[in-house]
T-cell receptor
Framework: AQTVTQSQPEMSVQEAETVTLSCTYD???????LFWYKQPPSRQMILVIR??????QNATENRFSVNFQKAAKSFSLKISDSQLGDTAMYFC?????????????FGKGTKLSVKP | DSGVTQTPKHLITATGQRVTLRCSPR?????VYWYQQSLDQGLQFLIQ?????ERAKGNILERFSAQQFPDLHSELNLSSLELGDSALYFC????WGGGGTEAFFGQGTRLTVV
């Protein structure tokens, strides 16, 4: 069974600085997808970034980028130029590759606080 | 706004009771997922429906059941409720339900069992 581990329950960063959230996962599959979701206090789950395991290039979305290390089964999220609106819970998630593999397996989350 | 609508937003009920949570997916999405978010278990996948049929099952208790109707809305039925069932229940929808498909989440139903 796949598992996703986020080892940092809480982190804080100063506004405008850079922060990296860690995620490791375990799977025996060679093709899969990884995601970072953000859950602000409004509790809405928002997709931040998505990585396809068969693509070696790390995904980037504006100030958000990932460091995907397939051999190490590591998938960290870097937030550059942190903003107050980035304060939220961040969840790393895994999904399989096949037609019935759309469900997400989530880590426990990292609570990020951006301080002014 | 994700386009996924969940009702009700909040629900308070007593132990032993039965409740129904409703989800309307985004227009055109065929797949619906249900997730439970609790403090001790985190976010857990419960069940997935695709175009009216059960597609995948996760950690869903036997006291819980779900269905997806011809108009693609879905309902999650929780019965014989226990205090431990108190949680945030999310519905998500996606276009086709395979791996990697972006899932859009509703705002959740906060269930409190007293």
């Amino acid at each position: 069974a796949q598992t996703v581990t986020q080892s940092q329950p809480e982190m804080s960063v100063q506004e405008a600085e850079t922060v990296t959230l860690s995620c490791t996962y375990d799977t025996s599959e060679s093709n899969y997808y990884l995601f970072w979701y953000k859950q602000p206090p409004s509790r809405q789950m928002i997709l931040v970034i998505r990585q396809e395991a068969y693509k070696q290039q790390n995904a980037t979305e504006n100030r958000f980028s990932v460091n995907f290390q397939k051999a190490a089964k590591s998938f960290s999220l870097k937030i550059s130029d942190s903003q107050l609106g980035d304060t939220a819970m961040y969840f790393c998630a895994f999904s399989g590759y096949g037609g019935s593999q759309g469900n997400l397996i989530f880590g426990k989350g990292t609570k990020l606080s951006v301080k002014p | 706004d994700s386009g996924v609508t969940q009702t009700p937003k909040h629900l308070i009920t007593a132990t032993g009771q039965r409740v129904t949570l409703r989800c309307s997916p985004r227009s055109g999405d065929l797949s619906v997922y249900w997730y439970q978010q609790s403090l001790d278990q985190g976010l857990q996948f419960l069940i997935q429906y695709y175009n009216g049929e059960e597609r995948a099952k996760g950690n869903i208790l036997e006291r819980f059941s779900a269905q997806q109707f011809p108009d693609l809305h879905s309902e999650l039925n929780l019965s014989s409720l226990e205090l431990g069932d108190s949680a945030l229940y999310f519905c998500a929808s996606s276009a086709w339900g395979g791996g990697g498909t972006e899932a859009f989440f509703g705002q959740g139903t906060r269930l409190t069992v007293v």
